[in-house]
């Protein structure tokens, strides 16, 4: 198990929970707009934290932190990522697994084995757009599907959440998208931050303002009644 990068503390990352942050390396999806390069290609090992340095760290936050985000990439491509989440599990902490949705059966492993508490997954677009959005041509959309199919069975606590790029999310694909997703019980609207760590290279894709996407709102809540803003 390699971990390109920890965030020590978020207070956001996991809903209702302290937590740390733990950076995976390695993605099977090329999102032009993805803000964490390095660790899509795998190539940088500066921020490298060793297994064992990483659980040193976390028995010391016993009774600060009460829960791990785990996050890439995509966690999901790691061989040893189920044991990893036992050894986190097993020192009292819950676990939240970030993840693109393109691996339901190791999701669904994962998640009735009781190695996770809860699952973000990001939602890329309308399924028209999702190839261009993913960096994927002919991306097929069954492990997708069968991943959000999942989750909306209730098996646990989940959140969809997109990030809205003016160049790639129409109004159009927004409202599609909530078609898609009809009666999620969580869906997070994102706007894109540009940076120099973006995958496409910065400056070449932009961002909604937050009142075109407050004002986007009410149409999607005809599909998705708890869809909201982060971060906007």
């Known amino acids: ?41 795998g190539g940088d090992t ?33 061989p040893d990522l189920a044991d990893f989440c036992a ?8 676990v939240k697994l970030d993840t693109n949705g393109s691996f339901p059966d190791r999701l669904r492993e994962m998640v009735e084995a009781e190695l996770v508490d809860y699952v973000a997954m990001d939602i890329k677009n309308a399924r028209e757009r999702y190839g261009e959005t993913t960096g994927v041509t002919g991306i097929d959309l069954a492990s997708v599907q069968d991943s959000i199919d999942f989750l909306m069975g209730g098996h646990l606590p989940y959140e969809f959440r997109t990030t809205v790029v003016r ?12 078609r898609w997703i009809e009666g999620a019980a969580a869906w997070y609207l ?19 303002e937050p009142a075109e996407l407050e004002a986007l709102l009410p149409k999607l809540h005809q599909y998705v009644p708890r869809a909201q803003l982060r971060g906007v």
């Not at 160049?167 to 909530?178: G, K, N, R, T």
Request: proline share 5%; net charge negative; with cysteine.
């Open 1 to 41: 198990m390699r971990i390109a990068g920890l965030q020590k503390l978020t207070l956001l990352d996991y809903p209702g929970r302290t937590a740390a942050t733990v950076f995976l390396p390695g993605c099977n999806f090329r999102c032009p707009f993805c803000h964490n390069a390095e660790l899509v290609v």
């Open 46 to 78: 500066s921020d490298d934290v060793s297994v064992d340095e990483f659980f040193a760290f976390l028995d010391k936050r016993h009774g600060l932190l009460d829960g791990v985000c785990i996050t890439g990439g995509e966690p999901l491509l790691q």
């Open 87 to 94: 050894r986190i599990k097993q020192k009292g902490f819950a």
């Open 167 to 178: 160049e790639l999310h129409a109004p159009s694909d927004l409202v599609a998208l909530a």
């Open 190 to 208: 994102q706007s894109f931050v540009d940076a120099d760590s973006v995958l496409t290279g910065p400056g070449m894709l932009h961002a909604y």
